[in-house]
């Protein structure tokens, strides 16, 4: 399994930015596909999750800003980042997991295979 992350840069505050995980070996049907983000100083956090089924969870600081969705004939997995703000700067990281329980969704040790991260920054 590889994960490949891409689509980070710097933006304004109330811009929008669209990031994209390319995966190759992943079965969507089967893998827990997630995005988390690691500020400086701060451990990993999640941003966002889809699992198997389709049910998507979010960050509580991300909800209604975000959107995680998967293609599968691209094999992609984008997180849609609208109405940035500053406390958003963060590398995000990709993540793809199987068998991963329902109550451990949001712990970054759930997940087994990691992208390789993009920066994200967002000018006040």
């Known amino acids: 399994v590889q994960l490949q992350a891409s689509g980070g840069g710097l933006v304004q505050a109330g811009g929008s930015l669209k990031l994209s995980c390319t995966t190759s070996?992943?079965?969507?049907?089967?893998?827990?596909m997630a995005w988390f983000r690691q500020a400086p100083g701060n451990e990993r956090v999640v941003v966002a999750i889809r699992r198997p089924s389709g049910d998507t969870h979010y960050g509580d600081s991300v909800k209604g800003r975000f959107t995680i969705a998967r293609d599968s004939a691209k094999k992609t997995v984008s997180l849609q980042m609208n109405s940035l703000k500053a406390a958003d700067t963060a590398v995000y990281y990709c993540?793809?997991?199987?068998?991963?329980?329902?109550?451990?969704?949001?712990?970054?040790?759930?997940?087994?295979?990691w992208g390789q991260g993009t920066l994200v920054t967002v000018s006040s």
């Open positions: 993540a793809g997991g199987r068998g991963v329980i329902l109550s451990n969704i949001r712990n970054p040790s759930a997940y087994n295979y």
């Open positions: 070996g992943v079965t969507f049907s089967r893998y827990h």
